[in-house]
C-alpha cells in the first residue's frame, strides 16, 4: 500500500510539472519583456490535397484546412516578420493549390513577406504555392516546373467483361457519368473535360504570370508539363536564387529588417504530449496510436533547424 502511494504522488507531481512546463512558463517567457522578430516556418510536405488532414502519433498529415490555419495564425501573430514556406511536394488538386495560393495573397496583402524554400521537390500545385510569395529559394538539384493540369481517366471496360462484372447506371442526364471506368468516353464528353482542362491550366498560367512578372505568352512557352531543376529554373526566371532552406531563412530576416538572428517558429509540428493534452483539436487516442499502420502513411519529418538559429 505504501509503495502505491509513493508512486502515485511521484505520478502526479511529473504531471503537475508537465502541465506547467507546458502551459506556464510559455506565458513567463513572453510576458519577461519584449517579444524579438520572429520568422514563422511552414511545412507544405506531400501531396497537396482539400480537406482537414489526418494525425497519428507519428506523423501529421495536413490538409489545406490546417495549412490555411497556419497562415493565418502566422499573420495574426505581431512578433511573425515575415513566413518562410517549405515546399517539399510533387503538386496535387489545382483547387486546393489554388485555395492555399490566395490565402499566402492575403498574408502579404497584409504587410508580412512570404518567401519560398523548395526542397527536392517543388512541382505542379506546389510551384503554384511558390509563385504566390515574395521569393523563391531552390537548390540546384530541386525539380519544379510541371505547370500544367491533367485530368485522369482509364478504360476499365474489357477489363469487367473477363471478370464477369457487368454495371448498370440510372442517371439524370447523358453526362452524369463522365469519367466512368466501364465505358468509353465520347467525343463530346471528351471535348467537356479539355475545355475544363484549359480553363484550369489558364488560370495557372496567370498565376505565374503574375507571381513572376513574365510575359503570359513566355510562360505558356515553359508551362508544357516538364519539371526543370532548380539551375534551369533559375535561368528560365522561375525561381529567384540557389540555396537550401537556411540560406532562404537569412535571405527571408534581410527582407523583412529582422537585424542579427531572427527567432524561428515553426507552424505544423506536433508533439503526441501536445496532442494527448488536446493542444490542437480533439482526436481520438485509438486512432491515433493505430492510425499511422493502419493507413500505411511515411513518416515525415520536417528538416532539424541548426543550433545557430533559435527555434520556439
Not at 506531400?46 to 490555411?68: F, H, P
Not at 490565402?103 to 510551384?127: C, H, P, Q, W
Not at 467525343?187 to 488560370?203: G, H, K, P, S
Request: net charge neutral; aromatic share 6%.
Amino acid at each position: 500500500m505504501y509503495k502505491k502511494t509513493v508512486v502515485l504522488v511521484i505520478v502526479g507531481i511529473v504531471a503537475v510539472s508537465l502541465l506547467a512546463a507546458a502551459f506556464v512558463f510559455p506565458r513567463l517567457t513572453k510576458s519577461a519583456g519584449q517579444e524579438k522578430p520572429k520568422i514563422a516556418v511552414i511545412y507544405v510536405d506531400g501531396v497537396i490535397m482539400g480537406g482537414r488532414g489526418q494525425a497519428s502519433l507519428l506523423s501529421d498529415y495536413g490538409g489545406t484546412d490546417n495549412l490555411i490555419k497556419q497562415l493565418h495564425q502566422a499573420r495574426d501573430d505581431s512578433s511573425v516578420r515575415a513566413i518562410l514556406l517549405r515546399i517539399n511536394s510533387p503538386g496535387g488538386s489545382a483547387p486546393a493549390s489554388q485555395e492555399v495560393g490566395e490565402e499566402i495573397k492575403k498574408v502579404r496583402a497584409a504587410g508580412k513577406i512570404v518567401v519560398t524554400s523548395m526542397g527536392d521537390m517543388a512541382a505542379s500545385g506546389g510551384y503554384w504555392l511558390a509563385a504566390c510569395t515574395d521569393k523563391i529559394y531552390a537548390n540546384p538539384a530541386t525539380l519544379t516546373g510541371s505547370i500544367g493540369v491533367y485530368m485522369p481517366y482509364a478504360n476499365w471496360e474489357e477489363l469487367y467483361k473477363k471478370i464477369g462484372i457487368r454495371e448498370e447506371k440510372i442517371k439524370s442526364g447523358p453526362h452524369k457519368d463522365i469519367l466512368s471506368p466501364d465505358r468509353p468516353m465520347t467525343e463530346e464528353e471528351r471535348a467537356i473535360v479539355q475545355t475544363m482542362v484549359d480553363d484550369m491550366y489558364n488560370q495557372f498560367v496567370t498565376i505565374v504570370a503574375e507571381g513572376r512578372k513574365m510575359d503570359p505568352a513566355k510562360v505558356r512557352q515553359l508551362a508544357d508539363g516538364r519539371i526543370y531543376t532548380g539551375n534551369q529554373a533559375k535561368a528560365l526566371g522561375l525561381v529567384d536564387e540557389l540555396g537550401n532552406m537556411y540560406d532562404a531563412l537569412e535571405g527571408t530576416a534581410q527582407l523583412a529588417g529582422i537585424k542579427g538572428k531572427p527567432e524561428i517558429k515553426e507552424y505544423g509540428k506536433m508533439s503526441p504530449w501536445s496532442m494527448l493534452m488536446g493542444a490542437s483539436e480533439s482526436v481520438d487516442l485509438k486512432q491515433l496510436l493505430f492510425h499511422q499502420l493502419k493507413n500505411d502513411l511515411p513518416v515525415v519529418a520536417p528538416m532539424a533547424l541548426p543550433e545557430r538559429w533559435q527555434v520556439e
